[in-house]
């Protein structure tokens, strides 16, 4: 099992940046797959970002450049460092961790991919 726990988020502004932070408890993070979603009250869950157990990354569109996802396995995190912040990225961001038994990563940018899920840390970026 694995419980997941962000931090990190809080309110900035514009063109500020924030580091979030995703810690487990139980299994050790380094076996799997860990992704930052968003997703704002009424709307769609958006990926954000994943990286591999191998320290391969992929981001969306709306973040690439601004955005990096790291991992520290020593401490049992993954980090999601957020540069150049925007009041679009604003929402409650939560890390997911999946993927221990697979053997790559087709579909990790979608949310059924994911095993565990944390409680989520809300960003509010002010104009």
């Known amino acids: 099992q694995v419980q997941l726990v962000e931090s990190g988020g809080g309110l900035v502004q514009a063109g500020g940046s924030l580091r979030l932070s995703c810690t487990s408890s139980g299994r050790a993070l380094s076996s799997y797959a860990v992704a930052w979603f968003r997703q704002a009250p009424g709307k769609e869950r958006e990926f954000v970002s994943a990286i591999w157990r191998d320290g391969s990354c992929v981001y969306s569109e709306s973040v690439k450049g601004r955005f990096t996802i790291s991992r520290d396995n020593a401490k049992n995190t993954v980090y999601l460092q957020m540069n150049s912040l925007k009041p679009e990225d604003t929402t409650v961001y939560y890390c997911?961790?999946?993927?221990?038994?697979?053997?790559?990563?087709?579909?990790?940018?979608?949310?059924?991919?994911?095993?565990?899920w944390g409680q989520g840390t809300q960003v509010t970026v002010s104009s």
């Open positions: 997911a961790a999946g993927g221990r038994l697979r053997g790559g990563t087709s579909g990790w940018t979608t949310g059924p991919w994911y095993d565990y």
